[in-house]
């Protein structure tokens, strides 16, 4: 029993009752949606890739017990980060006129892994800050997104964009450094996955450059949930540290080609 408490695994894929019932709700307004617009007749399929840079500050200061004798604060430095963040994503554009039309579709993005860091006071106190520690986190989000544009000047396509999907975040590579000599790492906390619930919203232009091919440039917020670490080996109670909600700021170029 102590060893089944101690080691556990997660399933690959596995969502909270709140999230599965949100990505229920939102499949089901899309095929409402979808199915009568891509009976318009100058709808048009598109290919579009995705390349920019992703902006976060993650962290928060907790205080992990490892049994009734011994906890820790884990104290964030509060670090803003910023890393490569891309992808790939397909859909429709669906023309109501010649000065409004809409994108529909789904899109996996990825963003480069980045360092969350801190110090550790052992005990809870100042007095014992003897160890540093840092980890890893990775984001990987599939979304179902749409665009509202506007046309002026014939090529130029002002934007409002927004999406909803799921995030997996990875946190992974915790390890601890000693401050002092005489100081001894704890075994690390293991690594762990999760599924959130994201969302994201952003502003934008896209240009025409030719018939086929458009070249855009936007900004766009996203919440993307929470990103934990599993239990210490060692460890008696069920605490993870916990990166706090993810809320990151992404500058991006776009390229799309409709087919």
């Not at 902006?55 to 017990?65: C, E, L, Y």
């Not at 969302?199 to 440039?217: F, K, M, N, P, Y």
């Amino acid at each position: 029993m102590l060893c089944k408490n101690i080691f556990y695994t997660q399933p690959l894929l596995k969502f909270n009752k709140w999230t599965r019932d949100r990505l229920f709700l939102l499949g089901a307004f899309l095929v409402g949606i979808f199915i009568p617009l891509t009976m318009n007749a100058h709808t048009s399929p598109y290919v579009r890739l995705t390349l920019g840079d992703i902006f976060a500050q993650t962290g928060q200061n907790q205080v992990i017990a490892f049994d009734s004798s011994y906890w820790k604060k884990l104290v964030t430095n509060h670090n803003s980060v910023s890393e490569i963040y891309g992808g790939v994503s397909a859909g429709l554009r669906i023309p109501f006129n010649s000065i409004w039309a809409i994108e529909i579709g789904a899109g996996y993005y990825q963003a480069a892994s980045f360092n969350q860091e801190g110090k550790i006071y052992q005990y809870n106190s100042p007095d014992f800050y003897n160890l540093n520690y840092d980890y890893k986190i990775q984001i990987r989000r599939v979304m179902f997104e749409g665009k509202l544009l506007t046309t002026f000047s014939t090529i130029y396509h002002p934007y409002l964009s927004a999406g909803i999907g799921a995030s997996r975040n990875r946190s992974y590579n915790y390890q601890e450094t000693p401050v002092q000599p005489y100081a001894v790492p704890d075994p690390s906390f293991a690594s762990w996955s999760q599924n959130n619930f994201s969302c994201s919203a952003g502003i934008g232009l896209d240009i025409e450059v030719t018939q086929h091919w458009r070249i855009g440039a936007g900004y766009e917020y996203s919440n993307l949930g929470t990103a934990n670490l599993g239990r210490s080996p060692v460890q008696m109670t069920s605490q993870q540290v916990s990166s706090g909600t993810i809320n990151t700021n992404q500058v991006l170029a776009q390229v799309s080609y409709t087919i």
